[in-house]
């Protein structure tokens, strides 16, 4: 299918998105399993869907139903498994996701990031990527990767803060990338120690809320533009921070269509807060169709922005303050680290290990000052022997913390509100700073 490679254009426009979507959703409609039978249960004829906005008329996929029907369901019956590039989310929506790709596919999510960051600056080859604060999973485990005249170093989370400054003071980094919680520890440590870093071109913020105070400290330590992205597992680079305007975002064409959507799944006006929903535009090994995200955002009117760019406009909400686990000496843990605290000593690399098997879902809960819960809903392969590589984990990140683990049968959110993968009970200092900011 030569016109396939729509789905390949690194920039699209609204034909060249319509295109898209016409493709994947007839391709998974012929090829996967699973989407076959949810579109014909839901009645809708394929051939119907002519462009983005039609996408209404198909069901919304979720994360759970998708996983627990399994990769003979969920990928394109013209893949083999064993070829393709697996990656484990670390979403903190409840169900862990396995996500597929072939290379082909791979290669393009990394070059829409690329592509994206060229949105907030200029970038010439060769450059040096320092991504500050991951985790080493998924069998990335080197700190220093060359992908042709693009270095990649990655200052993971478990290096020590000595170790990741003189790292990162014996390279000159393009673009710097992470959460904001990483940056936070190792810009005030630059800073303690009246250390001046090289000043990248970008610094790029994501997964968790950017706040006010951690983009005036990293840009003050930095010296830089600070960028705030919005990238999944799923769907790559999913918007990139406006360079006119900080508070908004630009939805990436190019990877995705996002519609947002209330609570009985139809679209909220322009302006109006939904759960986001993605459907990915060049993923045909694991479609994604109308897949819910988790995050909440607000579209607004599409229109020509003052950064330049002409297309749609989004702002994100991350209302996740109360997800924070405040450890006994103080310091924050974001929910994304605290969801790989867990997430990352599970036996992924095992043969015959299926997350989904074991694990339905799970919510990390702060029950005091020393002691977390993790409430799982258990699947079929569930064994109680997991906990103990976790509750290892756990102490690596205080000696004192505890773990309390808890069957239980089902864990839905109260009506309305967002599913908290973690669940702090403490009050948290970003919490504190916001709700300052907002009385002021
Ligand atoms: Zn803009």
Same mark, same amino acid.
């Given at each position: 299918?030569?016109?396939?490679?729509?789905?390949?254009?690194?920039?699209?426009?609204?034909?060249? *998105?319509?295109?898209? #979507?016409?493709?994947? *959703?007839?391709?998974?409609?012929?090829?996967?399993?699973?989407?076959?039978?949810?579109?014909?249960?839901?009645?809708?004829?394929?051939?119907?869907?002519?462009?983005?906005?039609?996408?209404?008329?198909?069901?919304?996929?979720?994360?759970?139903?998708?996983?627990?029907?399994?990769?003979?369901?969920?990928?394109?019956?013209?893949?083999?498994?064993?070829?393709?590039?697996?990656?484990?989310?670390?979403?903190?929506?409840?169900?862990?996701?396995?996500?597929?790709?072939?290379?082909?596919?791979?290669?393009?999510?990394?070059?829409?990031?690329?592509?994206?960051?060229?949105?907030?600056?200029?970038?010439?080859?060769?450059?040096?990527?320092?991504?500050?604060?991951?985790?080493?999973?998924?069998?990335?485990?080197?700190?220093?990767?060359?992908?042709?005249?693009?270095?990649?170093?990655?200052?993971?989370?478990?290096?020590?803060? !000595?170790?990741?400054?003189? #790292?990162? %003071?014996?390279?000159?980094?393009?673009?710097?990338?992470?959460?904001?919680?990483?940056?936070?520890?190792?810009?005030?440590?630059?800073?303690?120690?009246?250390?001046?870093?090289?000043?990248?071109?970008?610094?790029?913020?994501?997964?968790?809320?950017?706040?006010?105070?951690?983009?005036?400290?990293?840009?003050?330590?930095?010296?830089?533009?600070?960028?705030?992205?919005?990238?999944?597992?799923?769907?790559?680079?999913?918007?990139?921070?406006?360079?006119?305007?900080?508070?908004? %975002?630009?939805?990436?064409?190019?990877? *995705?269509?996002?519609?947002?959507?209330?609570?009985?799944?139809?679209?909220?006006?322009?302006?109006?807060?939904?759960?986001?929903?993605?459907?990915?535009?060049?993923?045909?090994?694991?479609?994604?169709?109308?897949?819910?995200?988790?995050?909440?955002?607000?579209?607004?009117?599409?229109?020509?922005?003052?950064?330049?760019?002409?297309?749609?406009?989004?702002?994100?909400? !991350?209302?996740?303050?109360?997800?924070?686990?405040?450890?006994?000496?103080?310091?924050? #843990?974001?929910?994304?680290?605290?969801?790989? &605290?867990?997430?990352?000593?599970?036996?992924?690399?095992?043969?015959?290990?299926? %997350?989904?098997?074991?694990?339905?879902?799970?919510?990390?809960?702060?029950?005091?000052?020393?002691?977390? !819960?993790?409430?799982?809903?258990?699947?079929?392969?569930?064994?109680?022997?997991?906990?103990?590589?976790?509750?290892?984990?756990?102490?690596?990140?205080?000696?004192?913390?505890?773990?309390?683990?808890?069957? *239980?049968?089902?864990?839905?959110?109260?009506?309305?509100?967002?599913?908290?993968? &973690?669940?702090?009970?403490?009050?948290?200092?970003?919490?504190?700073?916001?709700?300052?900011?907002?009385?002021?």
């Amino acid at each position: 299918m030569i016109s396939g490679w729509t789905r390949f254009l690194p920039r699209k426009n609204k034909k060249d *998105v319509d295109r898209s #979507i016409r493709y994947i *959703v007839s391709h998974a409609y012929k090829n996967v399993p699973f989407y076959r039978r949810t579109f014909d249960k839901s009645g809708v004829n394929p051939v119907d869907i002519r462009k983005a906005e039609e996408l209404t008329h198909l069901p919304i996929i979720k994360r759970l139903d998708m996983m627990v029907a399994g990769p003979a369901e969920y990928l394109s019956c013209d893949v083999s498994p064993e070829e393709l590039v697996i990656r484990h989310t670390t979403g903190t929506t409840g169900t862990p996701v396995t996500v597929y790709k072939n290379r082909l596919e791979e290669a393009f999510r990394k070059i829409t990031i690329i592509d994206a960051y060229k949105r907030n600056t200029s970038l010439t080859c060769p450059m040096t990527l320092v991504n500050v604060g991951p985790e080493r999973k998924d069998g990335s485990t080197k700190i220093v990767q060359k992908i042709g005249p693009i270095t990649i170093i990655k200052l993971f989370r478990d290096i020590p803060m !000595e170790k990741k400054i003189s #790292i990162l %003071m014996s390279i000159k980094p393009t673009i710097m990338g992470g959460r904001p919680s990483a940056y936070w520890n190792l810009a005030n440590a630059l800073r303690e120690k009246k250390i001046i870093p090289h000043s990248p071109r970008l610094i790029t913020g994501g997964a968790e809320i950017l706040f006010p105070h951690v983009r005036k400290l990293l840009e003050n330590v930095f010296r830089c533009r600070v960028a705030d992205y919005y990238n999944s597992e799923e769907g790559g680079n999913l918007a990139w921070g406006c360079p006119a305007n900080p508070e908004l %975002m630009h939805p990436n064409t190019a990877t *995705v269509w996002i519609e947002a959507v209330d609570q009985q799944g139809m679209p909220v006006p322009p302006g109006s807060e939904g759960h986001l929903i993605i459907t990915n535009l060049y993923n045909y090994s694991m479609p994604f169709i109308r897949y819910e995200t988790g995050d909440r955002g607000i579209l607004l009117e599409t229109g020509k922005c003052q950064c330049g760019f002409n297309g749609p406009v989004m702002r994100l909400t !991350e209302g996740r303050n109360e997800n924070f686990i405040v450890l006994p000496d103080g310091r924050e #843990i974001s929910p994304r680290i605290m969801y790989n &605290v867990v997430n990352s000593v599970l036996p992924h690399d095992k043969k015959d290990w299926s %997350m989904i098997e074991a694990i339905r879902v799970f919510q990390i809960i702060q029950e005091s000052n020393d002691l977390i !819960e993790i409430k799982v809903v258990p699947g079929p392969a569930y064994s109680n022997s997991l906990w103990r590589a976790v509750e290892e984990n756990l102490k690596i990140l205080h000696p004192a913390m505890r773990l309390k683990v808890s069957i *239980v049968d089902d864990l839905q959110p109260e009506p309305g509100k967002k599913f908290h993968q &973690v669940l702090g009970k403490l009050s948290s200092r970003w919490k504190c700073e916001r709700d300052n900011r907002e009385n002021k």
